[in-house]
């Protein structure tokens, strides 16, 4: 669904109330958006495809890929140390508190990095990389902006839960009770529905048994 037509939608669901300047439901969808991708479970729409950070040698810190857009690292997925000439290709960097890094590794023991700590804008690695390495990662990022009439992802994968969220928003302002309840209810459909595509995604095509594998 393109930007427009969920404007559509939400002039609707308001009884067509057009008084009301676009730019108020523009800006209702993308407060919307902004609220949902700050939430602590993020949906399987916003992940990215493996992304390439290389490091600096002497340097612990490793900028996080396009920080406008990062959200959060994939809670199942890993920071990798990546290198094609090797027969064991991927390496996986183990996740700890940054002060117990800071206390295990010498400021002055550069090797190959085998564990991290991730803060605001940074991954820090340890030991402190001697030379350039390729990290990969799969993380959560930022879906497009709705500045313009475009598709993204929200819109294309569970648009009345974005359009629910922004009639709430906006029907506040307008004192709207009645499509602020309705909003409402659809969102927790919508939010019933999300939930059960993400944890069908999950579980799809896992062996579930007691007592082991054989």
Known sequence: MLRDAAITEIRRDLGF???LDVQILIDGLKNAQ?????????????R???ASIPTVAG?????IPTASEFLMIVEDSALWRFDAAEDLKWKELTKHDLDALRRKYSATDNAEPVAYA???L???VFPIPDKVYTLKMIYYAKAAVLDTNIENSWLEHFPQLLISMAVQRVSKSTRDAAAFQL????????RIRLRTFIVARETSNY????GGPD
Do not use: C, G, I, W
């Open 122 to 124: 940074y991954f820090r």
């Open 59 to 63: 340097e612990e810190r490793v900028a």
């Open 207 to 210: 062996t579930y048994q007691m």
């Open 17 to 19: 109330n057009n008084s």
């Open 34 to 46: 902004a609220s949902l991708e700050r939430e602590p479970e993020l949906p399987y729409f916003l």
């Open 183 to 190: 909003a409402k209810s659809v969102e927790a459909d919508e």
């Open 118 to 120: 991730l803060d605001n």
């Open 48 to 50: 990215t495809e493996y």
